[in-house]
């Protein structure tokens, strides 16, 4: 069975830290798409960065490049998500998604068939 679950989130002061983790079971990540997206309160889901399977190529909003960094351990078979000089408006519930059918990854998130529960993160002093 195909899951995805995330955790690391947290409440932490602007300009901090937090290193997100999206653990899969029932498959191996490195062959499959991954995409980690963030829903605010009272906005749209939205992407944040992901990693295509073929060529592992990685992708970032632009609201985040440069301050968040997505890495893949296939050892841990775990995907992480650095977010460095946190802001506010990165307060969000963040979600984990994974995919297989298409040979990149995206961040529209209207491919991904399997999603994490998510986690809270709360940029706040």
């Known amino acids: 069975q195909v899951q995805v679950v995330e955790s690391g989130g947290g409440l932490v002061q602007p300009g901090g830290s937090l290193r997100l983790s999206c653990a899969a079971s029932?498959?191996?990540?490195?062959?499959?798409?991954i995409g980690w997206f963030r829903r605010a309160p009272g906005k749209e889901r939205e992407g944040v960065a992901c990693i295509s399977r073929s060529s592992g190529t990685i992708s970032y909003a632009a609201s985040v490049k440069g301050r968040f960094t997505l890495s893949r351990d296939n050892a841990k078979n775990t995907v992480y998500l650095q977010m460095n000089s946190l802001k506010p408006e990165d307060t969000a519930v963040y979600y984990c998604?994974?995919?297989?059918?298409?040979?990149?990854?995206?961040?529209?998130?209207?491919?991904?068939?399997?999603w994490g529960h998510g986690t809270q993160v709360t940029v706040s002093s």
């Open positions: 029932g498959f191996y990540l490195d062959y499959w798409n």
């Open positions: 998604a994974t995919d297989r059918l298409l040979s990149s990854c995206d961040l529209q998130g209207t491919t991904y068939p399997y």
